[in-house]
Structure formats: C-alpha cells, structure tokens
C-alpha cells in the first residue's frame, strides 16, 4: 500500500483587514470582550465589489500549492474540497476549480463537514492515495464567511468569530511509509446539529418563504450556543489528539507541533495547558483571521510552514472539532 504526503502548501486571505473597533462601528461589541472571550484581534473579510468567492480563494491558495509541489496542473488527478459556505447551493465548488484552474476533467468533490471540514477532507484525499487510485490531489479549504454573518448587535455573538480566506495543499503519493499522513480518525455526533447551524435556506425553507417572512425569518443566519458548543469542543479536541497518538504508539512527548482547528484561541489555550504543550508545540493564527472554518488547519499549517517552524521529520497532529458536531484529527511525520 502507498503513503501520502503534502508536497506543497499555499494560502490566500483577501487584504481587506477588519479591526475589532472596526466592528464596534456596526454592532454593540468592543475589543476588549472580544479579546478576552476568543484572542482574535482581527479577520480578513473579502471587501465589497470584490469578485472572490469561497471557490477563488481555493483557487489562488490551489495555484500556490501546485507551484510549491513543484507540479504543473496536469499532474493533478482529484479535487478535494471543504466548505461550508459554497458559492453555489450546488454544484459544489470543487468543480469550478477543475473549471478555473483549468485542470484536466479529473474527479472533483466537495466535503460538507464545516470546521472539521479540513481534517475530512485530507482524510478522504489520503483513502485515494493510499489504494493507489490516485498519485496528486488538490485539497483545498475555503471559505466566504463575511456575506453571511448578521453584522447587527442581534448577530454578534457569532458575528466577531469568522473570517475569510482559503488554504490548500497538494497530497502525494509516497512509497515511503515512515513518512506522510501516519492516520487520519473521524467522528460525528448529529444529535447536537441544531447547536451550531444554519438552517436556511434549505429544501424544508426555501428562498421565496424566507423573503415572504419580511426579514422575520432570520433562520439563514448562523446560530450557535456557544458555551454548550465550547464545553464539547475542548473534550472533543483533547480525545482526537490522544486518538491520533496512541493508534501510532506515541504520546505527547513525541509531539512537534499541534495544528489545532482555530475556533477560539481560549480552546487552543485549554488543550495547551492540560497537554502541558511548549509555546513552540502549538501554532495558533486565529488572532489575525479569526475563525475561517475548513479554511483555518491549512491556513495555520501554511504559515507554519513559511515561517519555519515545521521541519523535516516533524511529528504534527492536525485536530478539528465543530458543527455537526463532527470532529476528528491526522497525524503527520513531516
Ligand atoms: N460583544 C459583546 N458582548 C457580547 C458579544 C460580543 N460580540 N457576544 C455576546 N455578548 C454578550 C452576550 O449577549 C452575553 O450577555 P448577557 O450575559 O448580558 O446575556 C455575554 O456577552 C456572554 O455571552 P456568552 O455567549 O455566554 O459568551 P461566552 O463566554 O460563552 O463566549 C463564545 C462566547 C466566544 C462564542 C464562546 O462560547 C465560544 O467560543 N464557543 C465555542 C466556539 C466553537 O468552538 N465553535 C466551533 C467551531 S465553529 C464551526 O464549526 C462553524
């Protein structure tokens, strides 16, 4: 059987920064209680008159790691895509970055798995690899936040936590199996779905009775019970990391770096210190993007990696809780 290994990362997030003081323009909220509540001082939203969308984002953030595997477009066999916030209802948006990057007619599927969405996603591209299906795929995380939150005092609980951009890397096949994804574990628990959802629009709430509805219906907006959601997120996090260690008999000890899903740098900070983590065993970037969902392990694991904190040989642990709730992790020998 193969192994597979990320051969090339990129990330893109649009320029248009937004400031907890610049929210405090729009909703009744402050930096202070942002900050303390979540460590984020700041997100990228796509500006107004722009033309990105979840799929160009991917698309930027595909080029870059394309590029960086040292591959040309035709050597991409598969399209992996996580997000929660597609540019269409359907088709998903894997197929516009068959479209857009202008790939040949390969394979192309979206993953519908919200902030785990990313961890989903490697899982599904390493199942391929490792069959022998196929030798490079694409696998993107993306997301367009910032349309769909409700900007108004009525919406900021949820409102201040996301932000925009898209993350990618390139899988590959490697007959190396001391190195690349070690495991990849998933989990789902659907009984807690409407703690953190959007209901609308969906085939049971259509468009026409959401406009019908005179703005009452504001069920198309994300709604979340954050402390029910956070006091899962942090024994969620801590049993996918203790999951992805000992299946590979090691533990904590053995950890390089912990890539964990940014929802809140609180949850990161939690994890941290029951693991009694080094500074330099963790990475956490929400502080400047805020929360971009499937978008958020690539995009911090990319940074990582330019600013040279992942080294050869490394022992990462990627780890995502969220809506769903669905949650899970991958271990990586870098
Ligand atoms: N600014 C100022 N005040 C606010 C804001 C805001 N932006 N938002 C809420 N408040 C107020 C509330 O109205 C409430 O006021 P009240 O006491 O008068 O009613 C008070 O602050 C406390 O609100 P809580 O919601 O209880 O605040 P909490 O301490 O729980 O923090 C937070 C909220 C940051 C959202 C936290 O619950 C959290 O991070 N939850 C988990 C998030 C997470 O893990 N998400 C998973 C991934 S996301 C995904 O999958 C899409």
Redesign the pocket.
Known sequence: MYNSKITGLGFYVPDNVITNDD?SKM????DE??QE??GIKERHWIPEGSDDTSATMGAKAAKIAIERAGLSKDDIDFIVFAT?SPDYYFPGCGVQIQDMLELPTIGAIDIRN???GFVYALSTADQFIKTGMYKNILVIGSEYHSNGLDKTTRG???????GDGAGACVLSRTEDNTKGILSTHLHSQGKYADK?VVHSPSIKNWVPKIIASNGEDISYF?Y?D??F??KH?VVRFSEAIMEGLTANNLTVNDLDMFIP?Q??L??SQFVQRKFKLRDDQIYNNIMQYG?T?AASIIIALTEAWEKGKIKDNDLIVLAA????F?WGSVVIRW
Do not use: E, K
Request: net charge positive; charged share 10%.
């Open positions: 929210l909703m009744d909220t402050n209680w942002i509540r979540t929660l919200q902030c785990s900021r609980g949820v409102g201040v936590l996301f953190l994300p979340m954050g402390t959601v956070f997120a899903h929802a809140n609180r949850i929360n969902t809780f969220g809506s769903g669905t």
